[in-house]
């Protein structure tokens, strides 16, 4: 097997990690015996290392069939298929998706083994060492969030849905492949879980940077995934590829336009997260304070609320000048008790949503274990996305323009040449 | 004599009666779960495979079990080897029926990871396919046991081993003393035998499948 550079085969487990490797489809296509029209027709892609290229497209498009072609599940009718430069079309399938991560919807995970026998099958399959799986299965799990002691010896039944689809990643993960494929990975978990194992995944392919090939047909997922997406039509045709802010700004046809759906100035709050505006300072007070102090502050006349911490530096309360009195000098009683949070990674579509519940039109920004950073305001998010608009604009209108320039260019070159390109 | 008289004095001939009888049927069902499995993991993929290796081994069980021993008589002889082929013939069916439809039954998903994720055809079939199809094969094993109880029983009439000897022993000299007792004796030692064969899948299938598909 032609290895690439790190490869996984060795005994001790490679760190850091194996990062992206890019994967270029060429003119392929699959048929099946029977029906006239290809299940795919011609798909020509280039995905870059390290980047999440999302398919997207209407079920039937043949999307879910481009993805298992790239680790030959389905093989291709003609066409190759490069990993890395390297031409895996006529490579040994098995040896082949050694080398690359698959995540399936519904985990995927085999019923009679448990967590820890599930995630070690890759490496064993790929020879590494006792010792070096099991660090591996533990390090896994640590990385997908679930506490190795608690999950190594549990079966998949007695996982949760959203815990089985981690598994499942962390599976996929667990021989360190260069390139994962996910499809609809979270089809099949409910939306709150969907949501929260979306943010997982952006977190994780920041620390990864594997080169992700991830199927849907919501579109809001992929948006919220993809370094680009390309919105499939049917036969698997690429009705636009290119980056999020792109697409909805831009959208090439009624097609993509028709599938990113209506909203799409909302939707563009999803490309955006917490970390990416301002978030403004507020003044706090601990629930270990004297009263008196907090009294004090209150009345100083700079602030008109406070917000309140627990004793691990979590929101807590928000107490506006009037609360204390009103409630008759009670801390327990004063105050409205903060119901929601974001965190730094969270989506400004998260944020506003939280602003608007709120009545003060405020949310608490908090870190990693839940303590305080911020806060970020109405004013805050509605000059952002303004903002965010605005440049979209502008970045359309620069494509437009090259576009344009381009087609005059290409036109320019076929009447030259003949339209040999035909 | 009483029936427990008949025992107290008959006990050595009846142990080695039933010893041979569970050894026959013992022996027999680890050549007819390798065959049949084998036959079920061949077959298993292909419909006509399938239908072709269920139907044609409930055609042998549709032969009266006396006819075909009486047949195979003047073909191997007496003894062993009919009560062998008998016995094994007549033990596939549950065995192959139901490690086909357990085949079948593993959700195609799980297949689909299996190979997505690196696995070779002998793997997938070892480490995911045989494992989850493994309790229905093991009933089917259960049931082909059972009946080859019975079934071991007629081996006597071609001189074959077990406790049938005691049955048809006593059958043929009905109205003599000890005749009910030798068919009594034979019959409740194939219960027994039955009994405590069933219990022991029942401890084989706690030991070998997974914690995590056990119902």
């Given amino acids: 097997m032609p290895e690439t550079a790190a490869g996984p085969t060795e005994s001790a487990p490679p760190r850091p990690a194996t990062s992206g490797a890019t994967i270029q489809l060429e003119d392929l296509s699959k048929s099946y015996p029977g029906s006239p029209a290809p299940a795919v027709d011609e798909v020509s892609m280039d995905i870059k290392a390290g980047e999440t290229v999302i398919l997207v497209g209407p079920s ?14 389905i093989e291709p009718t003609s066409g190759r298929i490069r990993i890395n ?51 591996r299965v533990e390090e896994m799990l640590d990385l997908v969030g679930l506490d190795p002691r608690e999950f190594h010896g549990r079966y998949p039944r007695q996982l949760s849905g959203g815990q089985q689809q981690r598994v499942g990643v962390a599976r996929a993960l667990a021989a360190d492949p260069p390139v994962l494929l996910m499809d609809e990975p979270f089809g099949a978990v409910d939306p709150i879980t969907r949501d929260h194992l979306q943010d997982e995944l952006i977190r994780l392919q920041h620390e990864l940077h594997k080169t992700i090939v991830f199927v849907t047909h919501d579109f809001d997922e992929a948006i919220k995934l993809g370094d680009r997406i390309a919105v499939l039509r049917e036969r698997s045709h690429i009705a636009q590829f290119d980056t999020p802010e792109a697409i909805l700004t831009n959208p090439t046809d009624d097609f993509v336009s028709g599938f990113v759906g209506a909203g799409a100035a909302l939707k563009r709050l999803n490309l955006t997260r917490v ?74 579509h998260d944020a506003l949503e939280a602003v608007l519940t709120d009545s003060g039109g405020r949310v608490a920004v908090t870190g990693r274990r839940g303590e305080f950073i911020g806060v970020v305001d109405m004013h805050t998010l509605m000059n952002s996305v303004q903002e965010l608009l605005e440049a ?12 344009e320039h381009l087609r005059a260019h290409r036109t320019e070159h076929e009447l030259e040449g003949g339209g040999s390109g035909l | 004599m009483n029936f427990w008289e008949y025992l107290g004095t008959r006990h050595q001939q009846l142990l080695t009666d039933t010893y041979q009888h569970a050894s026959a049927v013992f022996q027999c069902m680890v050549i007819a779960t390798v065959l049949g499995v084998l036959i079920g993991v061949v077959s298993y993929r292909s419909g006509w495979g399938g239908s072709l290796a269920i139907t044609s081994t409930s055609a042998v069980l549709t032969i009266p079990s006396l006819a075909a021993i009486g047949l195979l008589i003047p073909l191997v002889g007496l003894g062993v080897p009919p009560t062998v082929i008998i016995l ?128």
């Fill in chain 1, 60 to 73: 039937g498009c043949g999307k879910s069939t481009t993805l298992k072609m790239i680790n030959r599940l």
């Fill in chain 1, 85 to 135: 430069d390297e031409d895996v079309t006529d490579m040994d399938p098995v040896k082949l998706r050694r080398k690359i991560g698959y995540a399936i919807q519904s985990s995927g995970l085999f019923p009679h083994m448990t967590v820890a026998e599930n995630i070690a099958l890759v490496p064993k399959m790929t020879g590494w060492s006792k010792s070096g799986v099991k660090d």
């Fill in chain 1, 275 to 348: 970390r990416d505006v301002g978030i403004a300072d507020f003044p706090t007070v601990t629930v270990e304070d004297p009263l008196q102090s907090i009294f004090n502050k209150l009345r100083d006349g700079q602030h008109n609320e406070l917000l309140m911490l627990d004793r691990r530096n979590r929101p807590y309360k928000w107490l506006r000048r009037g609360d204390l009195m009103r409630a008759k000098g009670s801390l327990a009683r004063a105050g409205q008790l903060v119901h929601d949070t974001v965190t730094r990674d969270a989506t400004l």
């Fill in chain 1, 392 to 403: 979209d604009r502008l970045a359309a209108m620069e494509h437009e323009h090259d576009l």
């Fill in chain 2, 88 to 215: 094994t013939l007549y033990g596939l069916l549950p065995i192959v029926r139901n490690c086909i439809v357990g085949l079948r039954g593993v959700d195609p998903s799980l297949v689909d990871a299996a190979k997505g994720i690196g696995m070779s055809r002998t793997r997938r079939l070892f480490k995911v396919e045989l494992p989850l199809a493994w309790p229905p094969i093991l009933t089917g094993i259960r049931v082909s046991t059972q009946m080859l109880m019975g079934i071991a029983a007629i081996a006597a009439y071609a001189s074959g081993p077990g406790l049938g000897n005691e049955i048809f022993r006593g059958l043929a000299s009905l109205g003599s003393a000890n005749a009910i007792n030798q068919v009594l004796a034979g019959t409740i030692g194939i219960v027994i035998l039955a009994l405590l064969f069933d219990a022991a899948y029942v401890l084989l299938g706690r030991l070998t499948i997974s914690r995590g598909i056990r119902a």
